[in-house]
């Protein structure tokens, strides 16, 4: 109930702040699919509409966003049972607490969006493969096949759970590895068929298959408007941009010392622990290896490593309170679990209120107040943008139309500017951060965060004054 709550805190903001969520609000109200993710949550999303008869994009976003909550404290829940595969109770409860306060599992929770649901399936499929390699019941094989069928019609990305599987038998204890192989060929046929059912009309018409899974796999292997290469950022982009922010230093140094602690024991090590130290170690180097890292909407590539975190993080309390005896430092391992899960939850509820005091919101209250007809960029308002990017759009004839301000979003230019600073990407990447620089020559108000942001969440916007019609102080 706590993690639901914290989920459902700071959740009155417009439905257009997230892609994802303006995306699957779009399609449960009325539109079409796009297939840039799988149909399952646009089914639930129906469904929940249905029943509390939500019609209107706001109330389907609120609907959406209690839905998400609801997955997410779920899925700490099932963390706390995966977790007591390996470690007693209270170390257990200990590691979950941490992922259930930490802005890597608070803030997905809040928006109607794939990603909560990619990690609930996720931890599904890594507790039933811990009883498939324990026990041989056949029913167990069967609802891993159907738990991973449901991940990838989640999202495209639930393809590493098959990558997992085939990976297990180099950590676990595995009796016959070429055994386990064979029972994994039935795993994934029931995974096929179930994917088939969930999104039987991306067959329907061959030309879906192009808009949907196709796009991403290339954009899997080239990247999104930018191509970041591993070792462009030392393979450490997602840690420095992603797991830093999303769980915070003092979670982090625990989580790596109990994996320490984990490999010095690793003949000892159950199941568990070592399927989910490998489902997290799989997801960040895929994640790594690929050039395809958005901002801010690279967040979501290293939810898997959340359960690696925790069991960490429980591992590593555990191995504290075995060394310090009873006594006068017998408060030790109490204080120091207390101040490591402060670390993480007064950063989510920082980010958290400042979900519903946007900038972007800031800007649209400033623009209502002191700006004319002004056009906008994707994520720089709550209205619907104008136009792909400000260096498309001819301000000459813009101004002549009436227009006096222009807004854009740092979700947009940093785009580019990061491209700048990197080798081998497209000639329009340098040529748009060039004419942003230009423009930004232009008077402008600027709407920062004013505390700390995480994904989609509080982009600066700036909102250009163009009503002369060159910036002051460039040649004639």
Sequence with gaps: MASLAWNLSGGAFPPTFHPDEARLVRIVAGGASDWSDPALLEHLGRAAAALSRAEDPSRIAS???????????FSVLLLWRLLREAVPS????????????????????????????????????????????????????????????????????????VLLCAATPLVATVPDRRAYMKKMGPVA????????????SLFLDPQQLLT????????????????????????????GRNLLPGLTAPVLLIAAAGFVIAMRRRADLPNAARVS?????????????????????????????????????????QALEDRVRPGAFGWLPAAVMVTVLAFPALRSLHIVEGLSDDSRTRADAWIAANAGRTLREPYSSAAPADFATLTSV????????????????????????????????????????????????????????????LGWSNPTVRVLDIREPRPPGRPD
């Excluded at 996720?122 to 738990?147: D, P, S």
């Excluded at 949907?212 to 997602?238: C, E, K, M, Y």
């Excluded at 990407?425 to 004419?435: K, L, P």
């Design 277 to 317: 130290f490998l489902y997290g170690a799989l997801a960040y180097a895929v994640a790594e290896l690929s050039p395809l890292k958005p901002l801010p909407g690279s967040l979501r590539y290293v939810l898997p490593v959340l359960p690696a975190v925790a069991m960490g993080t429980a591992l590593a309390f």
């Design 189 to 200: 046929g029931i995974a096929v068929l179930v994917f088939a059912a969930l999104n039987a």
């Design 212 to 239: 949907g899974p196709w796009i991403q796999l290339r954009r899997l292997a080239g990247g999104d408007h930018l191509h970041v290469g591993a070792t462009a950022n030392g393979a450490i982009f997602h840690l």
């Design 394 to 453: 001819d301000l000459d004839a813009a101004r002549r139309g009436g227009v006096t301000h222009v807004a854009t979003s740092s979700f947009v230019y940093d785009t580019f500017a990061r491209g700048s600073r990197l080798a081998t990407q497209n000639d329009y990447v340098y040529q748009r951060h060039e004419r942003y620089q230009e423009l930004f020559e232009y008077p402008y108000e600027e709407f920062a965060p004013d505390g700390p942001t």
């Design 63 to 73: 609907v959406g966003r209690l839905l998400s909550a609801l997955l997410g404290s």
């Design 90 to 161: 209270k170390y257990a409860l200990f590691g979950a607490t941490v992922a259930a306060v930490s802005p890597l599992a608070v803030i997905p929770a809040h928006y109607f969006a794939p990603d909560v649901l990619v990690l609930l399936f996720g931890l599904t499929a890594v507790c039933c493969l811990v009883r498939v390699l324990e026990r041989e019941e056949t029913a167990w094989r069967i609802a891993l096949g159907v738990i991973i069928g449901l991940a990838v019609s989640s999202h495209y990305g639930g393809v590493l759970l």
